[in-house]
């Protein structure tokens, strides 16, 4: 069984870029969620993807977007970075139904300069 | 009131000792209730899934009060393994809300 894979490991943008960055579900998961975590917090959701819809969002600005494709894979991209942007983003995937739980990615930390 | 609430601690025991750390809710509505545990700079791994009737998984005793809306995490028999950040986490609808987390040290 594959787990959750995420690209880039790391990486460096300044202020004003756009990023994208890509998940890989579990196999057998259809719900890939993502969140933002910045140092000494917990993860905060923001968004959720199932069956290739936006199905949930938290409170991030609609410059956080993101896709599903139908292999269940998903990006996030961040439009205009801003220095609080940088953060570890992770993806969890999980297949989508009642008390299932969540199973994460290594994450991408993004450092914005 | 933040949605999911923990100590942050840092709560440091010695090596054996059994500790236990509480979580508190705000969402009466809410569904499903886990545990993960993260190592510093690591992905949240799943530790356990919690239910009211409580659950057990070697070492590892969780348990949900619907009623006080909290959820507890006992360790027993600590090992310095045991060293990292125990998140709460509370599903309500399509949404996962994590606690802060709190900072476990087991000391030698």
């Known amino acids: 069984e594959t787990g959750v894979t995420q690209s880039p490991t790391h990486l460096i943008k300044t202020r004003g870029q756009q990023v994208t960055l890509r998940c890989s579900s579990q196999?057998?998961?259809?719900?890939v969620s993502w969140y933002q975590q910045a140092l000494g917090q917990g993860p905060q959701f923001i968004f959720q993807?199932?069956?290739?819809?936006?199905?949930g969002r938290g409170n991030f600005p609609p410059r956080f977007s993101g896709l599903q494709f139908p292999n269940y894979s998903s990006e996030l991209n961040v439009n205009a970075l801003e220095l609080d942007d940088s953060a570890l983003y992770l993806c969890?995937?999980?297949?989508?139904?009642?008390?299932?739980?969540?199973?994460f990615g290594d994450g991408t930390r993004l450092s914005i300069l | 009131r933040k949605e999911v609430e923990q100590d942050p601690g840092p709560f440091n025991v010695p090596e054996g000792a059994t500790v236990a750390f509480n979580c508190t809710y705000s969402?009466?509505?809410?569904?499903?209730f886990f545990w993960y545990r993260q190592d510093c700079r690591k992905e949240p791994k799943l530790l356990m899934s919690?239910?009211?009737s409580g659950n057990e998984d070697g070492r590892f005793t969780a348990q949900l009060n619907r009623a006080s809306q909290y959820i507890s995490l006992l360790i027993r028999d600590s090992k310095l393994s045991d060293s990292a950040t125990y998140l709460c986490?509370?599903?309500?609808?399509?949404?996962?809300?994590f606690g802060t987390g709190t900072r476990l040290k087991v000391l030698a």
């Open positions: 969890a995937s999980s297949s989508g139904g009642g008390d299932q739980p969540q199973h």
């Open positions: 196999s057998g998961h259809n719900t």
């Open positions: 993807y199932y069956r290739e819809e936006e199905n």
């Open positions: 969402n009466s509505a809410s569904q499903s």
């Open positions: 919690v239910y009211s």
């Open positions: 986490v509370v599903k309500s609808t399509y949404k996962y809300i």
